[in-house]
Each structure stands twice: as C-alpha cells, then as structure tokens.
C-alpha cells in the first residue's frame, strides 16, 4: 500500500556545501560525550560513576522518573569524568574509548517469534528506548502508554541534510528487524515516509505502510506526515523513530549488541570537501571537520543541521541524534547600509530589495548573521507562506508566549515540535526564537496537562 503525500507551502534553503557521496572512517575519537540535555525533560541519576570501566551499551544513567529507561555508553572505556553545571546539573559524561571495543551482550532475538510486550523489555534493558520519541510533546515515548501508530520520515528535506537513501544503502535486513519489532508494539500501522523518487533501501520494507512524499521543506518533517496520515487528538499518542535510529535497533536484535555507529554528513560552504564520515554517537567533531578542512577561522559548527542543530563549537561532540554535522561561517560582521540597497546574496520571502525569487536553484553561502534584532512581535502573513500544518502559526506562538493553555490546546499544541517553527523563525521579521517558545510551551502543556 503507497499513498502519496504533496506539500505545496514551504521554503527550501539551498545551500553550497552539500556532502559528496563518498564515506570514509572518521579519525577515530579518542574522548566521547554523553549529554543528558539531548534527553528532553530526562533527569538523569548516575549508574556509572567516575572511574568505572563500561561496555559498549552499558548504563551510564537511567531516568529518574523511571528506572527502567537506561541511557547507554556509545563506545567501551572509562568516565573520566561526569561535568556538572548550576545546581549540580550533570551537562555530560566523559568516556575515554578503548582501542578495543567490548560490547555487552544483550542476547540475539528472534523478532518474529517475540510479542509487543518482549520487544519493549528488551529495548528498555538495551538501552534502545531513548530512540522513540511521541507526539504529542515530542520527548522520550512514554513505554506505560500504547501508541496508535509509529511514524518514520525517511525524507529529509531540511538544508543540507544527510541523503538516507544513500546512508541506509546495505542496511536492509537491520531496518526489517527494526520495522518488525516496532509493528509488534502498536495496534496500528508502522507508517514509513521515503521520497517520491526512492526506491531503496525503506521503500521496499514489508510490516509496515510506505510514503511517497515530495515538495519543499519542512516536508521531511515527521510532524507534517503525521497530519496528512493519521493526525494527533487530545488523549492520542503516536511514537516517532528516525531511520538511523532503525539500523541500531535491528543491529542489537540481529546480533545482540549496541553498536552506536552514525554514518554522519559533513557539510557547509566553510567545508573544503563535504562529504559522509563513519563515526559514533558522541565522537568528537573535530576528528573528522578538520580531516575534510575549513576555509576560514571564524567558523561556527553546528551538530545537526543549520535550522534545528546545535551549537557545538569545533572542541564539542556529535549530538545524540544527529546525522549531519554542518560548518557555515560566524555572522559577526555588518554590512554597511546593507538594509537599503538590493539583495542578491541572500534568500527571502519577499520581493522588497531582494532578487533570490528569480534564481529558484541558486546555491547561497550563508552565514549566521540573522540580519537584525529582536523587535516587535508583527503580523506580517509571512509564516503562512513556509507552514504547511493545518494551524495558524502566529496565533498560536502568540499562544505559547503568554501560556494561555486553552488556547495551546485549540490552537493545535499536541501536533507540533520546535522542529516544525524552524522555517517560520528563519523568515520572521521581528526575530523572534519560534523553536525556543515551542519548546517551553510543550513543557508547561507536559507539566499541567500531561
């Protein structure tokens, strides 16, 4: 069964730097991070303390509000180190790799004989569980309440992202391992999102409902695909897995280990030569930015991409859940008069002063100047342009800015993630931090609402 889903309303950012389809092994790291703010509203109690010697898929901490969801090492070593901020807050655990890697061993399954209940004992025991996220809210999945459908978007349409069908490439009997186990653990469909021109390696999945999606972005969004195949009621909860979180769960129930290997994209205009790295979840990034080379010193690297990532500095460590590690160069500088003249440099929306909706294909090197500062909260129509969600997105930040839960609720707080503001942030023109308000008003709708 295929359904085809077109978006029409949305921008596409594009971007010199893309990565060049070739993959190499990245400098192996010798220092990796674990950080527990990559575990939206988790608080972490420690399991590994300072000076332990883990395996790879070891606990380093289990949840505090529930000791069964376990968060493993990525790789076999000692914490050196456990760094704490305000409060005694723990911002991340430091492992020191061993050379040779030793894997705990968390017993092959047979995925076909297993039922839902099996499969989510072993993922929780596994450490797999932080891999599934839910809607509403988009935090860690909830393991106490069933979902009615689990959702993978293998589209990724955000600016310089990762290729999946190019990365998935050789992954197949891991991805049908993964897509089995999660079908076992809903009453619903497993739904899987590809590109409208994919053919391989999702795209042929059995256990499971395939996508075809095209138009601009966010329609790689998971959240867009949710509302356009089984959209979010109050009380309703859908869980969420990325593709590259698939091939590390149908690793472990193929063979019994944790393997953390991130096939990553690195890209950007300040890249000398972009391309894919094999690496690990927390490696450090300049083991692989610096091997492709930089262009210029004043440069910010980003895990993730340039809408959603993070801000890692080139001594930071590949985010959790990222695939894409992208170099732009530092917005610190000014152009003189630079709000009255013509544009040809940059992307807009609109057509005063600016010429990029003449050039659709354009490439742009953009920096992470945003041109402006925070100002008066305007209506201006210009989100509607970028926002394919059925919602009305001033209306509803406005709702999240002064807490007014009612509204949050009617106006559609339970199908959104900060993810899906990314683009209504980069056109606004009153400089507003769209995904940092999302993220609180979840938060609060968590907290009072549940």
């Known amino acids: 069964m295929s359904k085809d889903i077109r978006i029409k309303k949305g921008l596409d950012i594009k971007l010199v730097g893309e990565a060049d389809k070739t993959t190499v092994d990245a400098t192996r790291s010798n220092m990796f991070a674990v950080k527990p703010d990559d575990f939206h509203g988790i608080i972490p109690k420690v399991i590994a303390k300072v000076g332990t010697h883990v395996k790879a898929g070891a606990p380093l901490f289990h949840s505090k509000s529930n000791e069964a969801m376990l968060f493993p090492s990525p ?11 305000a409060k005694r807050k723990i911002l991340s655990f430091k492992i020191a790799a061993d050379k040779e890697q030793q894997y705990q061993d968390n017993d092959i399954k047979n995925v076909a004989s297993m039922n839902g209940e099996e499969v989510k004992k072993h993922l929780l025991s596994a450490g797999c569980w932080p891999f599934i996220k839910q809607r509403p809210y988009d935090v860690i999945a909830n393991p106490e309440v069933a979902p009615k459908a689990i959702f993978v978007s293998a589209y990724a349409s955000a600016p310089l992202a990762a290729d999946y069908d190019y990365v998935l490439s050789g992954k197949e009997k891991e991805l049908q391992a993964a897509v089995t186990a999660l079908s076992k653990m809903t009453a619903g469909a497993v739904h899987i999102s590809v590109g409208k021109t994919s053919k391989f390696p999702l795209a042929g999945v059995s256990d499971a409902t395939v996508h075809k999606v095209s138009g601009p972005h966010p329609s790689g969004n998971v959240s867009v695909q949710i509302a356009n195949i089984d959209p979010i009621n109050k009380g309703e909860v859908v869980w969420i897995v990325t593709p590259q979180d698939l091939v590390i769960i149908g690793e472990l129930l193929l063979t019994g280990k944790f393997n953390a290997e991130r096939t990553i994209a690195l890209v950007g205009s300040s890249v000398k030569a972009p391309k894919y790295y094999r690496t690990k979840i927390g490696a450090e990034v300049a083991t692989f930015v610096y091997d492709a080379g930089v262009k210029e010193d004043n440069i910010r690297v980003i895990s993730g991409d340039v809408l959603t990532g993070i801000n890692v500095k080139p001594d930071g460590n590949l985010g959790y859940y990222h695939n894409t590690v992208s170099v732009i160069p530092e917005g610190n500088d000014y152009e003189f008069f630079g709000w009255n003249k013509p544009i040809t440099n940059k992307i807009s929306t609109s057509r005063a002063l600016t010429f990029s909706w003449l050039f659709p294909n354009k490439k742009y090197t953009l920096t992470t100047n945003t041109n402006g500062e925070h100002r008066a909260f305007v209506t201006t129509g210009t989100y509607e342009e970028v926002f394919p969600l059925d919602i009305y997105p001033m209306q509803l930040l406005k709702a999240f800015m002064v807490k007014d839960l009612d509204a949050m609720e009617q106006l559609g707080g339970y199908e959104i993630a900060p993810e899906d503001f990314a683009l209504t942030e980069f056109v606004c ?12 008003g979840l938060d609060l709708m968590l907290t009072e609402i549940g």
């Not at 790789?75 to 901020?85: A, K, L, N, Q, T």
């Not at 023109?429 to 609180?440: F, G, P, W």
Request: aromatic fraction near 0%; charge should be neutral; charged fraction near 25%.
């Open 429 to 440: 023109v009153s400089k507003q931090n769209h995904q940092e308000t999302i993220r609180q």
């Open 75 to 85: 790789v076999s070593g000692e914490v050196v180190d456990i760094i704490r901020g």
